[in-house]
């Protein structure tokens, strides 16, 4: 995923879907807007689930050149011919997916709110790192990633950031300046026409 002059669109799929629906859900959405990159994001540790999901996702995902990431499972994203691996371990498990993978590959990584995490995770080779939640909520501990982060990243930081979790329209909009992708995936989910709930959640960046 290179640098964008705008924010691009990063999907995450919910963490459960039926898998006899969910990829023309996801090909509606990917015929509507353009889309830099999905990701396979199901909570499931059942291996067969996982590679069937991918399997579905990879066709209607490369069919339209988009690339498709899984979370965490490395070996799967290497055995199943996908783009790439989304961490949740901050820089952890950097060099040793980028071990796994090759060069070529995406490997990205969650840091959530720590500036350092984020830094660190360059240094082992990170393509990109994300933060969020970017406003509060319920879930977790309740701390999210400020503006300040995202603007003092994109000042000092090459490497691209991802802003993901709680977005809505005016989060868009304050940090399309400071972030160079938008992880969108339980915000239009839930509607009965995702591709439109997108639509709508990013009207500030047409």
Do not use: N
Request: glycine letters at 8%; one cysteine or more; proline letters at 5%.
């Amino acid at each position: 995923m290179d640098m964008p002059e705008q924010p691009q669109l990063y999907l995450i799929t919910p963490p459960e879907f039926e898998l006899g629906t969910f990829p023309d859900v996801l090909a509606s959405v990917l015929d509507t807007h353009p889309i830099a990159c999905v990701r396979l994001d199901l909570s499931t540790r059942d291996e067969d689930r996982v590679a069937r999901a991918a399997d579905a996702l990879r066709e209607v995902s490369h069919t339209r050149d988009i690339a498709l990431v899984v979370t965490d499972h490395s070996l799967l994203a290497h055995q199943l011919g996908l783009d790439g691996v989304h961490l949740v371990d901050a820089a952890r498990s950097v060099r040793e997916a980028r071990k796994t993978l090759g060069d070529d590959a995406i490997v990205g990584t969650f840091c959530g709110t720590s500036r350092h995490d984020g830094m660190t995770a360059g240094e082992a080779g990170a393509d990109y790192v994300s933060f969020g939640p970017v406003q509060a909520s319920k879930l977790g501990d309740g701390r999210f990633a400020e503006q300040d982060l995202f603007e003092w990243w994109s000042e000092m930081i090459e490497v691209p950031v991802v802003a993901e979790g709680a977005l809505d329209e005016t989060k868009v909009a304050q940090l399309a300046p400071f972030t160079d992708f938008f992880g969108i995936g339980s915000e239009i989910w839930a509607s009965e026409d995702p591709a439109a709930a997108l639509a709508d959640l990013i009207a500030s960046l047409s």
